[in-house]
């Protein structure tokens, strides 16, 4: 089982569309969860941290329910430069904290 | 502007060949990391670096080797000994202590073993 777990999508949605996506970690002294964004061949870049209490930045939402052991990622009114993977990420317990990338999961929004 | 530079982005091999990916930050960062993504799987973990003239072994780093002689700089060797070299690698970097949960990447070299 992956530590880090994503539906790779495609998640196929038109513009204005309110998306959702989910991740579950195996890992349960994680401690802190991230979600990053990649572009088609490009760098993975941090979106936003995922906090206990929920945090929301304009447009995404983001949640963690750790006794289900998943992340989740809501994007309103989805605009065509959303398109791009995003990646979740878990901070794995233990003597070095190191980041789990999860495969990420592929938004495409279309016109 | 800060950043982290990653030379070269492409670059292509014959079996048999070491080759070294090269990284440099001016972020005066103390950490420093090397991960290879292949298609459909997360980022793994090659070597990463707390501190200069330290590093240790990711998940991963059979086949590959590190140097860390300067704060700036954390070149990657893939040696001929790498089963499957050909994917993308990213360097990243970031600060110690909490500031370790944000990775600033550089934009990747793309090897490809012909």
């Known amino acids: 089982r992956k530590e880090v777990e994503q539906d790779p999508g495609p998640f196929n949605v038109p513009e204005g569309a309110t998306v959702a996506f989910n991740c579950t970690y195996s890992n349960s002294a994680s401690q802190s969860f991230f979600w990053y964004r990649q572009d088609c061949r490009k760098e993975p870049k941090l979106l936003m941290s995922?906090?206990?209490s929920g945090n929301e930045d304009g447009r995404f939402t983001a949640q963690l329910n750790r006794a289900s052991q998943y992340i989740s990622l809501l994007i309103r009114d989805s605009k065509l430069s959303d398109s791009a993977t995003y990646l979740c990420v878990a901070k794995g317990g233990g003597g070095y904290n190191k980041l789990i990338f999860g495969a990420g999961t592929r938004l495409a929004v279309h016109p | 502007d800060g950043g982290i530079t990653q030379s070269p982005k492409y670059l292509f091999r014959k079996e048999g060949q070491n080759v070294t990916l090269s990284c440099e930050q001016n972020l005066n960062h103390d950490a420093m990391y090397w991960y290879r993504q292949d298609p459909g799987q997360g980022l793994r973990l090659i070597y990463y670096s707390q501190i200069v003239n330290d590093f240790q072994k990711g998940d991963i780093a059979e086949g590959y080797s590190v140097s860390r002689e300067k704060k700036e700089s954390f070149p990657l060797t893939v040696t001929s000994a790498q089963k499957n070299p050909t994917a993308f690698y990213l360097c990243?970097?970031?600060?110690?202590?909490?500031?370790?949960?944000?990775?600033?990447f550089g934009a990747g070299s793309r090897l490809t073993v012909l």
């Open positions: 995922v906090y206990s």
């Open positions: 990243a970097s970031s600060l110690q202590g909490s500031g370790a949960n944000v990775l600033t």
